[in-house]
């Protein structure tokens, strides 16, 4: 009786989910005649900026390694034990840790990795995971988990971890003067900065190793490190794939709407200095326009690129959504018709996983020798 209890309530529930599950979205295909229509900036306005990301190349960073283990649960002699192992289907788990480029807000300023990195031999593709720093784990975990399990080995995976924020909102929040304010603001401006060096410098490690192919490394970046992700897409030509996950450009615009932890930062400051909402954004301006996607317009490769993102954002503007595309080149684009957390659920089974499929085929499709091979046939 039970199963047929179960079995009345699952017809019940499939109807309710394709009507009302998190699968709606606009899907965009990438466009080269649009593309060719895409803003390319200026040499004289992107070098002062692209400058800001330089670093010396020639300085690999020294990478340690040792074995990661994770906890698991399992039964023996009839009884549930916990154990650590540090190996998970066919890829070895690893710890790879190496100095951060500068202050990237980390415990030591230095940059984590779990790495699962295939026991199969020859090369293999990599891609690279970004977490949204010191907030939710279960975007950067499910993907990383999900690339690691269909690939069978012939994928290794980075996952970059997060110990703190990237961002000291709490810190802006409680600035006694403008001054102050200016320095914490500043200081979350580089930290970005850093993260996209340090991205640029795993690779450099990466490229290096045997069983990775360089011609093959991909990156995602969720919310918070989208920015980071859309900036790597743009100055980081080795990458031949990257997936922009509810991001958008303008930060400054972002900063100046986005409600949580940025809102009450927001909120303490109006009313501390009594500032009105366009000169906090004036001052965001001044310090977070150098990280505008949109100054860099024309460096990405839109074949490259997808960006996923929700239609009804309320903290990544429209405007601020669409610039990030221009600058992309237009790239392809699957936007969630719901807001910011509930596009989320499109990773889920309440969205039937619809943005996990997404985010696998593009990944499929750019990190397959095919691929590579048609362009280089261009």
């Given at each position: 009786m039970r199963l047929i209890r179960a079995g009345l309530a699952w017809f019940a529930i499939v109807p309710l989910l394709l009507v009302f599950g998190c699968t709606r979205n606009i899907h965009t295909d990438f466009n080269p005649g649009k593309s060719n229509l895409a803003a390319v900036a200026s040499d004289a306005e992107k070098t002062p900026y692209v400058e800001l990301f330089q670093y010396n190349r020639?300085?690999?960073?020294?990478?340690?390694?040792?074995?990661?283990?994770?906890?698991?649960?399992?039964?023996?002699?009839?009884?549930?034990?916990?154990?650590?192992?540090?190996?998970?289907?066919?890829?070895?788990?690893?710890?790879?840790e190496f100095p951060s480029a500068g202050d990237n807000g980390q415990l030591g300023n230095n940059v984590k990795v779990r790495f699962y990195q295939s026991k199969r031999p020859g090369v293999k593709s990599l891609v690279i995971v970004l977490p949204i720093y010191g907030s939710y784990t279960y975007p950067t975990e499910e993907i990383a988990a999900g690339i690691r399990e269909r690939s069978g080995g012939s994928t290794n995976?980075?996952?970059?971890?997060?110990?703190?924020?990237?961002?000291d909102f709490e810190g802006l929040a409680e600035a006694k003067s403008e001054a102050e304010f200016m320095r914490i603001a500043r200081q979350m401006q580089q930290r970005i900065i850093t993260s996209v060096i340090d991205i640029q410098r795993f690779i450099d490690w990466a490229e290096l190793q045997p069983d990775i192919d360089a011609e093959h490394i991909g990156l995602i970046g969720f919310s918070m490190s989208a920015l980071t992700a859309s900036l790597a897409a743009l100055l980081e030509p080795r990458l031949n794939a990257t997936i922009i996950t509810m991001g958008a450009g303008h930060p400054y615009e972002v900063l100046t709407v986005c409600p949580g932890r940025p809102g009450r930062a927001r909120d303490s400051i109006l009313n501390r200095f009594n500032w009105t909402t366009a000169e906090y954004r004036q001052r965001m301006y001044e310090v977070f326009r150098p990280l505008d996607p949109e100054i860099y317009a024309g460096l990405a490769n839109p074949e490259s690129v997808l960006m996923i993102d929700a239609h009804y954002d309320e903290c990544m503007p429209a405007k601020a959504r669409h610039s990030l595309w221009k600058a992309l080149g237009y790239p392809e684009r699957v936007s969630y018709l719901y807001s910011h957390k509930k596009a989320f659920l499109s990773m889920t089974p309440l969205g039937f996983y619809s943005m996990r499929r997404n985010i696998y085929r593009f990944f499929d499709r750019r990190l397959s020798s095919s691929t590579l091979l048609a362009e280089r046939s261009k």
């Open positions: 020639k300085e690999r960073p020294e990478v340690k390694q040792r074995p990661y283990g994770i906890k698991h649960r399992y039964l023996r002699g009839g009884k549930w034990h916990w154990g650590v192992k540090t190996h998970i289907g066919p890829h070895h788990i690893r710890l790879l995976v980075a996952v970059f971890l997060a110990d703190n924020f990237l961002l």
